[in-house]
């Protein structure tokens, strides 16, 4: 702990070097806040105005968490500049910084952390997106740090100039960052699903050897369904119920998969500590319906075994 913590001092201390020298690289940290514990919410597909995502947005707001990331589509049904405050601001302008939109004050710092979609990029260009958040790096994918976890969004659209293949410039960066990672806890989000039982399927250029690099675990949506799944590899789970008017149907499950649901939206709460973090997907009726905690292995030998632990309820989700 007393390790994690100066390193969270010391990236601090950078990141404020960057403000005052803009000097910061294009894909560098220029968010970090120390501290033991995070509590972070994860929406996905969830920018399309109306009773779903406002209440998935309340949701949300009730377990007051430090951030929110965002696993993609931020913005129906284009991405474009006339509907993403009301796709996004009109719901979590309290957590966004700088926020110059129209529905009240914005957060100190900014707290909301999106990645693209495809309907992001719905006009061809990811303008009104970038316009819109100011985000670290080049604020199509980046890094940043906060708590106990370093995060890392990727930008899965095709579109993405830097390529979105295993081979690909972005993907080369995610691993040299990764490597240079000290976090306890490495999470990567994007919004095209590696693996997904739902019917967009795998998403075969987003196959990158993530957990070989260090990643803990992977975060997708792109399919509006929830799904846990088990790989050799490590832990993925999709989330893209966060407000879409569609829900997705379940067809025919990727390896590994333990868990799916469909029946109604919902979002993630993570609660992560230097030695846990566990994920917990919760409707929007407040029905828990997937809880999973990873835990590293105790410093001393006289600690507990490593647990991985997993319930599921209600009756509506599938198995
Ligand atoms: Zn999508």
């Given at each position: 702990?007393?390790r994690f913590?100066?390193?969270?001092l010391?990236?601090a201390c950078?990141c404020?070097?960057?403000?005052s020298g803009?000097?910061?690289?294009p894909?560098?940290a220029?968010v970090?806040?120390?501290g033991d514990?995070?509590?972070f919410?994860v ?6 105005s ?7 947005a309340?949701l ?5 968490p430090?951030?929110?990331?965002t696993?993609?589509?931020n913005?129906?049904?284009?991405g474009?500049?006339s509907?993403?405050d009301?796709?996004?601001g ?6 966004i910084a ?5 529905y009240?004050p914005?957060?100190?710092v900014?707290?909301?952390?999106p990645c693209?979609?495809?309907?992001d990029?719905?006009t061809?260009n ?7 958040f ?8 980046y890094?940043f740090?906060?708590g ?6 990727l930008d899965?659209?095709?579109h993405?100039p ?7 410039a972005?993907?080369?960066?995610l ?14 989000y994007?919004?095209?699903p590696p693996y ?12 990158w050897?993530y ?7 992977v975060?997708s ?8 799944i088990e790989?050799?590899d ?12 569609q829900?997705?149907p379940?067809?025919?499950?990727v390896?590994?998969s333990a868990l799916r ?16 973090m566990?994920?917990?997907f919760i409707t929007?009726r407040?029905?828990?319906v ?8 105790p410093a001393?030998?006289?600690g507990?075994p490593?647990?991985?632990a997993?319930?599921?309820?209600p ?5």
């Amino acid at each position: 702990m007393r390790r994690f913590l100066t390193i969270g001092l010391l990236i601090a201390c950078a990141c404020s070097a960057c403000h005052s020298g803009d000097a910061r690289g294009p894909q560098g940290a220029v968010v970090s806040r120390p501290g033991d514990a995070l509590t972070f919410a994860v929406i996905g597909d969830y920018g399309d105005s109306g009773r779903r995502e406002r209440a998935v947005a309340e949701l949300v707001a009730g377990w007051n968490p430090e951030i929110v990331i965002t696993l993609g589509d931020n913005n129906y049904p284009h991405g474009e500049a006339s509907t993403i405050d009301a796709n996004v601001g009109q719901y979590y302008h309290r957590f966004i910084a700088p926020y110059h939109g129209r529905y009240g004050p914005g957060a100190d710092v900014n707290r909301f952390f999106p990645c693209p979609g495809n309907h992001d990029w719905g006009t061809g260009n990811l303008d009104a997106y970038l316009d819109y958040f100011e985000l670290p790096g080049n604020e199509r994918y980046y890094t940043f740090t906060w708590g106990p976890v370093d995060f890392f969004a990727l930008d899965s659209d095709d579109h993405e100039p830097d390529g979105v293949d295993a081979t690909s410039a972005q993907a080369r960066w995610l691993e040299s960052a990764l490597a240079a990672s000290h976090a306890p806890w490495k999470v990567v989000y994007l919004h095209h699903p590696p693996y997904s039982s739902g019917p967009h399927g795998p998403e075969r250029s987003a196959e990158w050897p993530y957990h070989a690099w260090g990643a803990d675990v992977v975060m997708s949506g792109h399919d509006h369904i929830y799904e846990r799944i088990e790989r050799p590899d490590g832990l993925y789970f999709v989330n893209g119920l966060g407000g879409s008017r569609q829900r997705y149907p379940i067809e025919e499950a990727v390896e590994g998969s333990a868990l799916r649901f469909n029946a109604r939206q919902g979002a993630m709460r993570v609660e992560a500590t230097p030695t846990s973090m566990r994920f917990t997907f919760i409707t929007a009726r407040d029905e828990i319906v997937d809880t999973r905690t990873l835990t590293h292995e105790p410093a001393d030998a006289g600690g507990p075994p490593p647990t991985a632990a997993a319930q599921a309820s209600p009756s509506s989700m599938r198995k």
